[in-house]
């Protein structure tokens, strides 16, 4: 279990994150067309997963925002944005922001979030995904991780652009 606090109160997901240097775990996500992803649809790129509890939140909009903006300035680079929304709110979310340099993925019919072990089980978003970042390199593995510890913050963009460019 990772402790981390939502508005200030306690919380917890249901297991310990995967590590850097672990291979990242396959996943089955479902695109805004319905169809299925997995991480084999990504195979030789950098990706970062941008995961986090709804695109109804503000923070995670803005997330989902400056992360499409870094993946227009890094070239070789895979941003998919994860949540549990429906892939309907998902589409009409990028087509209203104008989200092109990304892709949102449903968790919603999925494993994910248990797989990752970004489960949320004792908050008032309890089933939902914890907000994290996650860095896989072309390998499939794992290289750089941030659950950010307040849910109701943003991830630190900086030392996130400085892992991708490291690698």
């Known amino acids: 279990m990772t402790t981390l ?13 995967p590590e ?3 291979q990242a775990p396959n996943f089955s996500l479902v695109a805004s067309d319905l169809s299925e992803r997995s991480l084999n649809d990504y195979t030789g790129k950098t990706i970062v997963l941008n995961i986090f509890p709804s695109l109804d939140t503000g923070v995670c909009a803005l997330s989902v925002k400056a992360l499409n903006t870094l993946a227009a300035e890094l070239t070789g680079l895979q941003v998919l944005h994860i949540s549990k929304d429906l892939p309907f709110a998902q589409k009409r979310f990028c087509q209203a922001e104008n989200i092109n340099n990304s892709e949102t993925l449903s968790a919603y019919r999925s494993s994910f979030s248990d797989d990752y072990q970004l489960t ?18 072309k390998e499939q593995k794992i290289r750089y991780v941030e659950l950010v510890s307040e849910i109701t913050q943003e991830p ?6 400085t892992a991708i460019e490291a690698l």
């Open 20 to 22: 850097i240097g672990e």
């Open 120 to 137: 949320l089980e004792d908050t008032p978003l309890k089933g939902l995904c914890a907000r994290t970042v996650i860095v896989i390199d």
């Open 5 to 17: 606090t939502f508005k200030g109160n306690p919380a917890s997901t249901i297991g310990d994150l």
């Open 156 to 161: 630190n963009y900086d030392q996130l652009k």
